[in-house]
Antibody
Framework: EVQLVESGGGLVQPGRSLRVSCAAS????????MHWVRQAPGKGLEWLSG????????GYADSVKGRFTISRDDAKNSLYLQMNSLRPEDTALYYC??????????????WGQGTMVTVSS | DIQMTQSPSTLSASVGDRVTITCRAS??????LAWYQQKPGKAPKLLIY???TLESGVPSRFSGSGSGTQFTLTISSLQPDDYATYYC????????FGQGTKVEIK
């Protein structure tokens, strides 16, 4: 069974940094593209960043480009999102998401339960 | 960037009703469109990909159609478990979600 478990969220002051992590299990992690998607309280879904299985493609939404960095450690079956220069509008539930098909970079089929990040002074 | 626009934003329907949600892309995305269902406090669930392909385990009352810029999600006979928020998503140029359509009890 695929499991994605996010961690590292919390309360952080504006302008500070935070790294959220995702521990993956139940599938061959290094064969799959992975993503981060967030959802502000009461709002819709926003794709933030994705990294292909071979690290050949990395993408960012305009809203986080230059501030957030995605990375993965295949030996640890883990995905990370380093978030710098955080703003109050970054307050959201951050989901770790897996691509549906190995070796592709497309549809999302598995989601974690999310880790909450609150940016406030 | 490709923008995705869903309509309506909210839909009130009764059990047994046929429900249709529309999603429009700001430019052609061929058939690279997915639909997700999200219930309160839960992560989204993939329903349909490539515009009309049903994900394994999803009830056949769900169907998707369209190509290019216009897409629809149809629930043929609404069930109590279907009250949720539905999102479309394009995946041809990075990824973009629609703003969501909440299906409420009438």
């Amino acid at each position: 069974e695929v499991q994605l478990v996010e961690s590292g969220g919390g309360l952080v002051q504006p302008g500070r940094s935070l790294r959220v992590s995702c521990a993956a299990s139940g599938f061959k992690f290094d064969d799959y593209g992975m993503h981060w998607v967030r959802q502000a309280p009461g709002k819709g879904l926003e794709w933030l960043s994705g990294m292909s299985w071979n690290r050949g493609t990395i993408g960012y939404a305009d809203s986080v480009k230059g501030r957030f960095t995605i990375s993965r450690d295949d030996a640890k079956n883990s995905l990370y999102l380093q978030m710098n220069s955080l703003r109050p509008e970054d307050t959201a539930l951050y989901y770790c998401v897996k691509d549906r098909v190995a070796g592709t970079f497309g549809v999302f089929d598995s989601w974690g339960q999310g880790t909450m990040v609150t940016v406030s002074s | 960037d490709i923008q995705m626009t869903q309509s309506p934003s909210t839909l009130s329907a009764s059990v047994g009703d046929r429900v249709t949600i529309t999603c429009r892309a700001s430019q052609s995305i061929s058939s690279w469109l997915a639909w997700y269902q999200q219930k309160p406090g839960k992560a989204p669930k993939l329903l349909i990909y490539k515009a009309s392909t049903l994900e394994s385990g999803v009830p056949s009352r769900f169907s998707g159609s369209g190509s290019g810029t216009q897409f629809t999600l149809t629930i043929s006979s609404l069930q109590p478990d279907d009250y949720a928020t539905y999102y479309c998503q394009q995946y041809t140029s990075y990824w973009t979600f629609g703003q969501g359509t909440k299906v409420e009890i009438k």
